[in-house]
């Protein structure tokens, strides 16, 4: 519990050090950003379910700095969501991100909630634990794409 | 030196880690793979930039923070130069990255090797040396789409 408590103030600690709308000259930079983000996180959360899956070998070390790369990118997509974005780019976030933000807010605090399980599942070497977690951050992915993103084209 | 010994360790065995065709279905995955890494790279090596230039306050932490993401996206991006994602996508990759394969390893190991010194300054918390790093990442950055990157249409 104290190393989870230790990582999730390490997040905190440098997702308010990311001035969000600072750092993105138009909407368009943002929306790019934030679907480059989520593009990288997907390729490295199918690694780690091809391992929780096991369709290849677990490796313990492997698992863990995959998971990592995950939670890194977790946390940068979600500062992609600035005011004005929600046009200007072929975006496919919903206006709900923007005019429902308490909700929103809600959804990223249990993505984030989930990646911090699934880090310290990664850091604690055990493969059933990565299994239950990474299956709660892959529910919280769905559960967000279904609320407040249009289906693609 | 140590330190730097360690994080150079440390980024060869997550390169290790990466066995690159595996992670990707077809070519246009790891096209958008490493423009997805370069896109999130370009983004907070500008902050470095802009933290070096003065044009927002230095706080150490910060900079030390985007420096981690600077380098973990780095190592990201070469993942994505797969054997065959010459073509399959909008790529402005030249031929010349397949074609004279140790200039481009030359150009990788010099690009980390810069990164590496980079993060050595972030860690350090000294501002001259982060200006003198991020000013060589740069350089290299450069260089490398100089020669292997056709211009943006």
Redo the contacts between chains.
Sequence with gaps: MTRLLIVAATLA??LS?LPAA???RKPE?AI??R???M??QN?HLG?VFAIAQGR?PF?A??AA?QIE?VA?LNR?QFAGFIEGSDKGGNTRAKPEVWTEKDKFAAAVAKSQEDVLKLVAAGRSGNLDMIKTAVGAVGQSCKGCHDTFQAPAN
């Design positions: 600690g440098l050090a600072a750092q993105f930079d790019k950003y679907q480059s983000a593009a990288l390729n690694r290849v490796d070390k492997v700095e790369i890194m940068l």
